[in-house]
């Protein structure tokens, strides 16, 4: 079985994002992430809402939406609206995680739940049932270009138990970090997608690179 491949936009010139975007369309990904980062749950901006519709345009792929913000409730019908398919909010930064994911669910979309590096599986049985997609942060979230964080593929581990005993259909998604080495490591442990940006858009040939991760 191949592996979802979600190429993160982060790392795409973003003076050329339409090329890149195309790029991606002519590829093997399946989804397309985008890292909307706010400045206050993490400490750097990316891009926010026009941004993404422009990516949304030209984008032939579902669109894979990694908040990292806070108050992610206030946002989430603008984000249906700009085109989200997967909409993955951050456990840290949801009070009422429960009613945030009724939430995402009542506007159509697919829901996501990130975990950064410190945080256990556990605190995420009472609603694995509720949750289309994990997203495992194998880096602090922030920036592209981190090195992986080796524990993120025992907690991969981990989570395929509890979906597999909590008898759920959520996906594994691993973000950061994420290369041939790293992603076959991942994959072996339970992953279902794997997000990458620097080690896609920055190699020379990024169709061929985002073909070897599908094939992990
Ligand atoms: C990090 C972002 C990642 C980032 C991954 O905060 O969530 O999606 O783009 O970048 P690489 O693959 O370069 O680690
Ligand atoms: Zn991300």
Not at 177 to 198: C, I, P, Q, R
Request: with cysteine; net charge negative; charged share 20%.
């Amino acid at each position: 079985m191949s592996t979802i491949i979600s190429p993160s936009v982060l790392a795409a010139d973003f003076a050329n994002l339409e090329r890149d975007v195309k790029l991606l369309n002519q590829s093997k990904a399946e989804w397309i992430h985008i890292d909307i980062m706010d400045g206050v749950f993490v400490p750097n901006i990316s891009f926010g809402l026009p941004v993404m519709k422009a990516i949304h345009k030209h984008a032939e792929k579902p669109l894979d939406v990694h908040l990292m913000i806070v108050n992610p409730d206030q946002y989430v019908e603008d984000f249906k609206n700009a085109g989200a398919e997967i909409l993955t909010v951050h456990y840290e930064a949801c009070t009422h995680l429960h009613r945030t994911l009724q939430l995402i669910k009542s506007h159509g979309m697919k829901t996501g739940v990130a975990l950064n590096p410190h945080t256990p599986i556990d605190v995420l049985s009472e609603v694995i049932n509720e949750i289309d997609v994990v997203l495992i942060m194998s880096v602090n979230p922030g920036f592209g270009g981190q090195k992986f964080i080796d524990s993120a593929v025992t907690k991969v581990a981990k989570l395929k138990k509890l979906i597999t005993n909590h008898d759920a259909d959520t996906l594994i998604e691993v973000d950061g970090g994420v290369n041939t080495t790293t992603g076959a490591e991942l994959v072996k442990a339970g992953a279902d997608a794997l997000v990458a940006g620097s080690f896609v858009f920055k190699s020379d040939d990024p169709v061929k690179t985002i073909e070897d991760l599908n094939n992990l």
